[in-house]
């Protein structure tokens, strides 16, 4: 996808050091960063410079071509990867990643192994692309069959961001816009602002920005009284991580969109690739949800009078703030699961007709 008429994926690795687009910095500031130790990778994970399950995932396999090359050790290898999946906990790509990663290179020679690791990472990242294409043809197809009947702009609320940025390009929620605008089908996109973090206002409608197509940023608590007016023709949003049962453990103010759809009869969506489906917990209440700083709520950042990114107190001194990071919609509420290999039902027999 395109920043500034120029393509990008949001990482990639050059001359042993893996480049990420620093999405802290983002709209205001366009940075490339260097990640160069497996400790970088880490870090650029926990305070989200990157983001967003899949990227989260592709970040820690590169993280462990960093750590081959800090120090070719297994003994140290292992410990990189415990480190990495410790960095959020939430996102089930990260833990699969590694998990791919480590299968790879079990009893591979030290002189071998750094090009077996760059190869499946690299291979990680090409096949999110992939998945991500196959998404948005499959959820295209909703957009259509909206469109053959209004005859006029399809308007989708969607929520954070689970966009190219939060992959490796194209996105989950957004693949299906992205494709649907290439076919010249009139789409508006309702981009939550979602706070804590503003991932709808600075990441989604920045990256709808540069693709040309019209979107409006609204506050989070906006979406239900626009689907009660007739503004929402449908809804689409990613995952962190789904339960083989459809269950979908997604960005906090997920479970109230689901909601106010249900209520209003407006389809609601979730686009994911297999890496996102946790097959082995079964009760949601065993998901990990991550607990982030309170600062992310008692803090907001933006551009100053002298064009500097500025962090400014919004709280009284004396309050607290609690910033649980994700929710969960039960699979009841979701109308349909936009997967690489198609559409299916959000249950157990939805996704078993799909994957084996």
């Not at 960063?33 to 870090?43: F, P, W």
């Not at 410990?79 to 699969?96: G, M, Y």
């Not at 020679?109 to 190869?119: C, G, M, V, Y």
């Not at 006029?152 to 969607?158: M, Q």
Request: hydrophobic share 40%.
């Amino acid at each position: 996808m395109k920043i500034d008429g120029k393509d990008y994926r949001t990482i990639w690795f050059e001359n042993n050091i893996v480049k990420i687009i620093d999405q802290t910095k983002l709209p205001h500031q366009f940075i490339i960063k260097d990640l160069k130790t497996v400790k970088d990778a880490i870090n650029a994970i926990k305070v989200m410079e990157v983001r967003g399950a899949p990227l989260i995932g592709a970040t820690a396999a590169y993280g462990l071509v960093l750590s081959i090359l800090e120090n070719n050790d297994q003994s140290f290898l292992k410990k990189s990867a415990e480190d990495l999946i410790k960095s959020r906990p939430t996102a089930i790509n990260l833990k699969w990643a590694i998990d791919r990663m480590l299968k790879k290179l079990k009893g591979v020679n030290s002189d071998k192994i750094l090009d077996i690791a760059i190869n499946e990472a690299k291979e990680i990242c090409d096949e999110d692309i992939k998945f991500c294409e196959s998404i948005g043809l499959n959820g295209l197809k909703v957009i259509e069959d909206i469109y053959n009947k209004k005859k006029d702009t399809v308007n989708i609320l969607t929520h954070c961001n689970a966009g190219w940025l939060a992959t490796i390009n194209w996105g989950t929620a957004t693949s299906p816009i992205y494709h649907a605008h290439k076919n010249g089908i009139p789409v508006h996109v309702w981009a939550d602002e979602t706070r804590p973090r503003n991932q709808g206002a600075n990441l989604t409608s920045f990256e709808l920005n540069e693709e040309g197509i019209k979107n409006t940023i609204i506050a989070d608590n906006t979406g239900g009284i626009l689907m009660q007016r007739g503004q929402v023709d449908m809804c689409i949003v990613g995952t962190d991580r789904t339960l083989s049962n459809g269950d979908v453990c997604n960005k906090v103010g997920t479970y109230l969109k689901a909601l106010a759809a249900h209520d209003n009869k407006i389809p609601f969506y979730v686009a994911l690739s297999s890496s996102t489906i946790d097959w082995d917990i079964k009760d949601f209440k065993d998901i990990p949800i991550e607990e982030r700083n309170s600062e992310e709520l008692s803090h907001v950042e933006g551009l100053d009078e002298n064009n500097k990114i500025k962090k400014v107190l919004i709280y009284p001194n004396k309050s607290k703030a609690m910033n649980l990071a994700f929710d969960i919609t039960p699979a009841k509420y979701i109308t349909g699961l936009i997967t690489e290999k198609g559409i299916c039902d959000a249950s157990k027999e939805g996704l078993a007709k799909l994957f084996k």
